[in-house]
Nanobody
Framework: QVQLVESGGGLVQAGGSLRLSCVAS????????MAWFRQAPGKEREFVGG????????DYANSVKGRFTISRVNAKNTVYLQMNSLKPEDTAVYYC???????????????????WGQGTQVTVSS
């Protein structure tokens, strides 16, 4: 069983930055591809970005490319989402997700991820 705990959300003005963290309670964190999703009120959950088990590959939704960066420190069982140049439309609950995988593939579909955190709220004011 993998438990994921996100932190770092909050209220920020447009143009500002936040860094989200997700800590995994699992012995083999390095065997998991990780991803961030978000869900705004009244909308479906959507893929934000993902990172391979080694950190060698990343992928992002077009809406956040160039503004958000995913990274991981396997020795700390932690994945990060650095969010810069935030916009009001980035307001959502952000979820961390894990998928056990050694292929290096980054998955963008919700159903590929078996483990989810509880989410952290990010609110961007205009």
């Amino acid at each position: 069983q993998v438990q994921l705990v996100e932190s770092g959300g909050g209220l920020v003005q447009a143009g500002g930055s936040l860094r989200l963290s997700c800590v995994a309670s699992v012995g083999t964190f390095s065997s998991y591809a990780m991803a961030w999703f978000r869900q705004a009120p009244g909308k479906e959950r959507e893929f934000v970005g993902g990172i391979s088990w080694s950190g060698g590959s990343t992928d992002y939704a077009n809406s956040v490319k160039g503004r958000f960066t995913i990274s991981r420190v396997n020795a700390k069982n932690t994945v990060y989402l650095q969010m810069n140049s935030l916009k009001p439309e980035d307001t959502a609950v952000y979820y961390c997700a894990a998928h056990q995988d050694y292929s290096g593939t980054i998955y963008s579909r919700i159903r590929e991820y078996a483990y989810w955190g509880q989410g952290t709220q990010v609110t961007v004011s205009s």
